[in-house]
């Protein structure tokens, strides 16, 4: 399977794992495209982009990467301050995924105190470092986390998060809205963080809304790659597989199947970042002062090397 395919049917890693392989894919990609002119090599490699992020429409990190390539690449005029560049910025994104996870982490203690119950789902890392790291800081708590259907990957959380010692609760999805009447905090992911909303595993808007209703505390992590650069249109997601929702079912029997959902941002009650937890309106002001790339503003008809400017 061609490496592009193979990011649009990962359902098991989260955004920002995904993110790092595709700055590997990019820096590849322009490795194998180094003698073409200036101008050439820019249109491929913002054609490349463009395919990577249709592959996974939902995960802003994926734009930001493309974005900050298409940027550094746009003044450089040799073969060898063209791949340099590419090199550099994925690097640099790289190495800020992984640091943005600890930061936001180190945040997230500020939330979680000795003998709460902490309400997640899903399979994200970041939440899961942060829960951990919590751990190793002393704090005593115990977690509640959905399966997260259709593909249960909230089983993988629950496994890693036992492993850690953490006592750990799985729960079917439909049973969320009562345990998070009864804990202290909820703490979710993010694939994708704009003015519309927070994009997150399915669930997330339902286990808000109940947080709001019983006045709950609810936060995302969510490091500064996942915010989503205004101007830029945000893509539809793909349906996935009616199979993983009922195999055998009727054809008469109209499926849908989509793994996110978008949260209306007034129900958060805040956003741990890599700067610390902020309110929404900080966090629009901070996606406001971002620089979207012309050749991003609008998505091509079609993939090929004329495509983008």
Same mark, same amino acid.
């Given at each position: 399977?061609?490496?592009?395919?193979?990011?649009?049917?990962?359902?098991?890693?989260?955004?920002?794992?995904?993110?790092?392989?595709?700055?590997? *894919?990019?820096?590849?990609?322009?490795?194998?495209?180094?003698?073409?002119?200036?101008?050439?090599?820019?249109?491929?490699?913002?054609?490349?982009?463009?395919?990577?992020?249709?592959?996974?429409?939902?995960?802003?990190?994926?734009?930001?990467?493309?974005?900050?390539?298409?940027?550094?690449?746009?003044?450089?005029?040799?073969?060898?301050?063209?791949?340099?560049?590419?090199?550099?910025?994925?690097?640099?994104?790289?190495?800020?995924?992984?640091?943005?996870?600890?930061?936001?982490?180190?945040?997230?203690?500020?939330?979680?105190?000795?003998?709460?119950?902490?309400?997640?789902?899903?399979?994200?890392?970041?939440?899961?470092?942060?829960?951990?790291?919590?751990?190793?800081?002393?704090?005593?708590?115990?977690?509640?986390?959905?399966?997260?259907?259709?593909?249960?990957?909230?089983?993988?959380?629950?496994?890693?998060?036992?492993?850690?010692?953490?006592?750990?609760?799985?729960?079917?999805?439909?049973?969320?809205?009562?345990?998070?009447?009864?804990?202290?905090?909820?703490?979710?992911?993010?694939?994708?963080?704009?003015?519309?909303?927070?994009?997150?595993?399915?669930?997330?808007?339902?286990m808000a809304l109940t947080a709001h209703?019983?006045?709950?505390?609810?936060?995302?992590?969510?490091?500064?790659?996942?915010?989503?650069?205004?101007?830029?249109?945000?893509?539809?997601?793909?349906?996935?597989?009616?199979?993983?929702?009922?195999?055998?079912?009727?054809?008469?029997?109209?499926?849908?199947?989509?793994?996110?959902?978008?949260?209306?941002?007034?129900?958060?009650?805040?956003?741990?970042?890599?700067?610390?937890?902020?309110?929404?309106?900080?966090?629009?002001?901070?996606?406001?002062?971002?620089? *979207?790339?012309?050749?991003?503003?609008?998505?091509?008809?079609?993939q090929t090397v004329e495509t983008c400017p």
């Amino acid at each position: 399977m061609e490496p592009v395919a193979e990011i649009a049917v990962d359902n098991r890693q989260g955004a920002a794992q995904i993110a790092e392989r595709a700055a590997d *894919l990019i820096m590849h990609r322009a490795e194998t495209i180094g003698s073409l002119s200036p101008q050439e090599f820019r249109r491929n490699l913002c054609d490349f982009g463009w395919s990577l992020i249709r592959a996974q429409p939902v995960m802003a990190p994926l734009v930001n990467l493309v974005n900050r390539v298409l940027w550094a690449i746009e003044d450089q005029q040799t073969r060898h301050d063209l791949v340099r560049a590419v090199a550099d910025t994925t690097e640099a994104f790289k190495h800020q995924l992984r640091q943005h996870a600890l930061h936001v982490a180190e945040g997230a203690l500020a939330l979680i105190s000795d003998g709460i119950t902490i309400v997640t789902l899903s399979h994200s890392t970041t939440v899961q470092h942060a829960l951990r790291h919590a751990q190793r800081a002393g704090r005593r708590f115990r977690v509640i986390c959905g399966e997260s259907r259709p593909i249960l990957e909230g089983r993988q959380t629950a496994a890693i998060l036992a492993e850690y010692g953490i006592p750990t609760h799985l729960v079917i999805d439909a049973e969320l809205p009562a345990h998070i009447a009864q804990a202290q905090l909820v703490l979710v992911g993010a694939d994708m963080l704009s003015t519309y909303g927070l994009v997150n595993k399915i669930g997330t808007y339902g286990m808000a809304l109940t947080a709001h209703a019983r006045g709950v505390a609810f936060y995302a992590l969510c490091g500064s790659e996942k915010f989503l650069i205004p101007g830029f249109r945000q893509l539809e997601q793909l349906d996935r597989p009616r199979s993983e929702i009922w195999a055998e079912a009727p054809r008469n029997v109209h499926i849908r199947n989509r793994y996110f959902d978008l949260t209306p941002l007034e129900l958060l009650s805040g956003i741990v970042t890599e700067r610390g937890i902020l309110p929404v309106a900080a966090v629009e002001a901070w996606l406001a002062s971002t620089r *979207l790339h012309p050749a991003l503003a609008r998505e091509p008809a079609h993939q090929t090397v004329e495509t983008c400017p």
